[in-house]
């Protein structure tokens, strides 16, 4: 009884790495369906089931194609790493949908007519109409990397935070599933039912009933790219050791006695690197020995670290087998604690600092995790709203967090680990979700932000309290590094400016100024063609009107 899968053809036509593949369904005209492929060479190639060269080849991307998704009728909606998504009928573009800022990872089409998603590197979902942006999903904290669909009301996302999310199509988040310990890279919706399948960047693969993880299967590759659930219900899985495996509820369909003794063994060689998290903290001397393995695991994919001869075995329990299953030997495992790091845990990562802020006496107070290598005002910007606290506590919080943190910085170096497809630093969970290497643009100039050196000196009514010792917040001892910010001793310049938004925020803030202090129209004018020539680097020397009225400006509302 053969209960595998044989190779049928082997199809080319892309002239570099395939990266995404998806069915579009039987049609009159195509009655046993077609097969599109997206490539890293920009182009999307149709074949037909039967013939290993493309029917057709879509070109109007203008980098890798990275996700697909099919609808009714022989719609196609496309994504790339161009930030745009496509959608495309036979072999004509039909629209472009524009607005997001990164890389669109995941795209699908709704049950309901003329609705789409996408999921961008810019950590946000989008739903289209009829190729208008309706809505923006916004929630997760790093790149959205994949896209399922629950029924025409609702949808899950995945993302390189580690993190599930179910929406309402109109704008609600659910629920939020926590699980994988990395980057979660692909997710798949079990037919008629809510439960569905994840893998990511942990070597594991998860199933999720009810809301719960109910099931972890690892594998001996590091990197489970993406998961497919068949109709039967099979969860076919594809990863980085260049396999395709195929797991099974189904008595009839489960491999051999030799396959599954084999795929053990595999998974029992393989090499677990404790940089990654996937085990948690790994502390070599604390461990037990083999003898702990005779006490039954509590819970299906609870991870039990051993000590046996000085090596480190990681071993996962297995319910419907009653067993601890070997899942590899973990090498290198440095010792480091929660003490001897110096770190403090808050939401399962670690931090150098976890403050309390009480923005006032009666209302409750809120956690700050920060890092040194973090810019405290975008910290003290997310904080807020993440909190949706009033934005004019800005500068004191920030000065707050230099003043617990003297004003520490670290040098960030390049992470050893890349995301193969983004090429960025691979998430390492614990790590601040916020990339730090990058400055924090100035959402006016788009320049360098200019940090201020007059910050207020009211000091804001926070405790710096470390949440689990009740006491001054914990400082790591990293090395003192001079602040580069203040004092400010000579004129800021930046290389460019957005005029317009410039312009924009003034007239904002004019308009809920008092009447005594309120611009005038005419004095809007003359600053709008102050900052035209000194954008437009012309040769234009500014009036002393103009001058006058950007003193005034400068000084307002004073």
């Not at 461990?287 to 071993?315: C, F, S």
């Not at 004003?407 to 969970?429: E, H, I, K, N």
Request: one cysteine or more; hydrophobic letters at 35%.
């Amino acid at each position: 009884l053969n209960r595998g899968f044989t190779e049928m053809h082997c199809m080319s036509g892309h002239s570099n790495f395939v990266s995404c593949v998806c069915i579009i369904p039987p049609s009159d005209l195509y009655p046993r369906g077609l097969i599109a492929t997206g490539g890293n060479d920009h182009n999307i190639c149709i074949f037909t089931v039967d013939n290993p060269a493309p029917l057709y080849v879509l070109k109007g991307h203008k980098n890798t194609v990275c996700s697909l998704s099919s609808g009714k009728f022989g719609t196609l909606l496309s994504g790339s790493w161009d930030t745009t998504a496509k959608v495309w009928l036979n072999d004509r573009c039909m629209m472009t949908l524009q607005g997001h800022t990164a890389a669109i990872w995941a795209v699908k089409i709704l049950p309901e007519q003329g609705l789409m998603l996408t999921g961008s590197a810019d950590k946000t979902i989008k739903l289209w109409k009829a190729g208008r942006c309706e809505r923006t999903f916004t929630g997760h904290e790093d790149c959205v990397r994949g896209l399922a669909i629950l029924s025409e009301m609702e949808f899950l996302s995945c993302a390189n935070d580690a993190s599930v999310r179910r929406w309402q199509i109109s704008g609600e988040c659910l629920q939020v599933y926590y699980g994988h310990t990395n980057y979660i890279y692909s997710i798949s919706v079990f037919p008629q039912c809510k439960d569905f399948v994840t893998t990511g960047e942990d070597r594991s693969l998860r199933i999720w009933k009810q809301g719960e993880c109910a099931q972890t299967i690892r594998l001996p590759a590091q990197s489970v790219w993406c998961c497919c659930v068949l109709d039967n219900g099979d969860i076919v899985v594809g990863a980085s050791d260049g396999i395709i495996r195929v797991f099974t509820e189904s008595l009839e369909r489960t491999a051999s006695a030799e396959e599954i003794q084999a795929f053990e063994n595999e998974l029992s060689q393989a090499s677990i690197d404790p940089k990654t998290g996937d085990l948690g903290d790994i502390n070599a001397d604390d461990l037990p020995g083999r003898e702990h393995l005779k006490e039954p695991g509590t819970r299906d994919g609870q991870t039990r670290l051993i000590k046996d001869n000085g090596k480190v075995e990681a071993y996962q329990w297995s319910v419907s087998e009653g067993r601890w299953i070997k899942i590899g030997d973990v090498v290198g495992s440095s010792g480091a604690t929660q003490q001897t790091s110096g770190k403090v845990l808050f939401e399962g990562k670690e931090y150098d600092y976890v403050f309390t802020i009480d923005v006032n006496e009666s209302g409750p107070s809120y956690k700050l995790p920060y890092n040194i290598t973090d810019d405290p005002w975008l910290t003290a910007y997310n904080f807020l709203q993440k909190n949706d606290l009033n934005p004019m506590f800005l500068d004191q919080v920030a000065k707050f967090i230099m003043d617990n943190t003297k004003g520490q910085t670290l040098l960030s170096t390049s992470d050893q680990f890349s995301d193969p497809f983004t090429g960025a630093g691979r998430y390492v969970p614990g790590s601040s979700s916020g990339s730090s290497t990058i400055p924090a643009a100035d959402p006016f100039t788009g320049a360098g932000r200019y940090v201020p050196g007059s910050a207020s000196n009211a000091v804001a009514p926070v405790g710096g309290v470390d949440p689990y010792t009740g006491m001054g917040a914990y400082q790591s001892a990293a090395a003192k590094v001079e602040n580069i910010y203040f004092p400010k001793k000579d004129a800021v310049t930046f290389d460019q400016a957005n005029p317009t938004q410039i312009l924009g925020k003034l007239k904002e803030l004019n308009g809920s100024a008092t009447e005594e202090h309120k611009l005038t129209e005419d004095d809007l004018i003359i600053l709008e063609k102050l900052l035209s020539a000194t954008c437009n680097t012309s040769a234009e020397t500014p009036t002393a009107q103009q001058l006058q009225t950007l003193w005034r400006a400068v000084n307002w509302p004073e």
